[in-house]
């Protein structure tokens, strides 16, 4: 196989793949228990330099 043929190959394959529809419809939405729980989480991440180093710590 030369060159040429197997890259005309990989993007027809490209465009099959690309030019599928998509399985996520648009008004997927999260839970709001999703939400709460990672706004909570951000709220309790919390970020110590020391020295060169950043420790996490969450305060649960």
Do not use: D, H, Q
């Amino acid at each position: 196989m030369s060159r040429c043929s197997s890259n005309k190959f990989i993007n027809y394959n490209m465009a099959k793949i690309y030019s599928k529809k998509t399985l996520v419809t648009k008004t997927m939405k999260p839970k709001k228990e999703t939400i709460s729980f990672l706004l909570n989480y951000s709220k309790a991440l919390r970020f110590i330099k020391v020295g060169k180093m950043n420790i996490e710590t969450i305060a649960n």
